[in-house]
């Protein structure tokens, strides 16, 4: 569904900028951006839901202090999974943490920052439960 989301978003920014542009008015061009905006919000939330979000895997040598930063800068928890390279044989950690869209950025700047050599892989959840998510009893 993510992928249907991104493409509709693009097609209907399309459509309002050609519009605008072709029409030259402004106000029109301002009000279909709002609309769009507003309709892909909604569309987001239905097809998604509101309790999706993103899953950011990190692979590095330097994991407790990645995590350590993700924590203090971020707010967000995160877990380690002690793991080794295959080809190399040499020590690894995965952390997983689970973050909203908006904190991507930041948790892979950090990432690249304490280890530039770490791997950082985000995919889409769509319900997490546990403490700081959804209660599991519900």
Known sequence: FPAIVEQNQRADGSIVVLGGLLYGRIDALLLGVIATFASSSVIDAVMIGKQSGKMVTI????????????????GRGSTIIQAAGTYTGAPRQVLMCACSKNQISAIRKIAFRLDNHAIVTVGSYDEAFGEGFQDPQK
């Open 59 to 74: 692979i590095s040598s330097n994991g407790q202090a990645i995590a350590d930063a993700i924590n203090s800068e971020v």
